[in-house]
DNA sequence: TTTTATTTTCAGTAATTATTGAAAGTTTAG
DNA sequence: CTAAACTTTCAATAATTACTGAAAATAAAA
């Protein structure tokens, strides 16, 4: 395979994924792109690569730089801004996670914990109610905070450690 | 607050959950109402809880299914089809890891590793490309890997020893 | 078998989400 | 300062995705 259409076969990858799971795909593929980029590019070198528009990238690339997975870069001597991804692969997992559990997990913990405060507790539907939520507010916590932790750990003692762990 | 209020939020919250992660909307309420309903609901039942249409309901019914994440009910003497949902929090979490992953992981996987295998893999451009998509592959699979073994484990195993490590 | 209850399908339509492109805004150079 | 280079915004529009409802298919009852 050619390396132009291998690196296109990604980006495609990349952005398929990328909506799949919720992800704006022209968003997903800036980053597919910058990914396996090896220089900075700029807002006319994605709109070119993509065939998008300037409105497009120019969101799409701000957005990036929201979730900290897109820095800027300058060129010295040129008005241009360029963009460069973060390219270690364990940064790029720990800060998707970390967006998408503030936006997205987070919330949700707080409204569950709302809801087990229903009037008229003694009622067996209402501890029917009551004793599920509480059973999925429990483990979503649970799961939140272990991702926390792992968030934190170095990649070597999460991957050392895990893999002891799992034989 | 009122208990059909609580379950009316909870339905909702756990729709837009579904669609920010890519999962159709009606499809997570429709798992929501059966998650906190205590009895067996008909198609009829989720139509008019929800104001969907028969296809809907029914379409998302056999998605759910699918996903083994909701059974069929027969109620004897009855011709209807009653739905129950699975009530494990982690059985449903385990169900949803492994749909998402055949479905949407492992292609991706397939597909990383055959564009590691680009012509002229001497040329300084095209090591790079490899570098970076190796890198994806081995952190994806590890990762694969890695869910597999926790969902082949026992909740409390899982638990048990997650928590002993991360302190 | 025929009738009736129930489920499934899917073309048409509606709702949602993403994209364009041009105007407004900003920054730098001269 | 003014002009040019570049970036941002956002209303209009396009593309995608979800939903409806009625017809067709299926299954059980009579």
Redesign the interface.
Known sequence: ???QE??T??IN?WGR?G????INRTMAQIHALL??S?KPLSTEDVMQELSVSRGNANMNLRELISWDLVQKELIPGDRKEYFVAE?D??EV?KRIVRERKRK?IEP?LR??K??Q????KK????K??VK??K??HE?AG??DK?IE??MKADENWF?G???K???
Chains 1, 2 share one sequence.
């Open positions: 395979m050619k390396l291998a690196k076969q990604f990858s994924l909506s799949e799971w919720g990914l396996v090896d390219k692969i364990w997992a997205e949700i409204e569950l709302q809801l405060d229903v009037d008229d009622s067996p539907e209402a029917e109610f599920s939520v059973n999925i483990f649970k799961m272990s932790t792992m991957f450690a895990i893999f762990l799992l034989k």
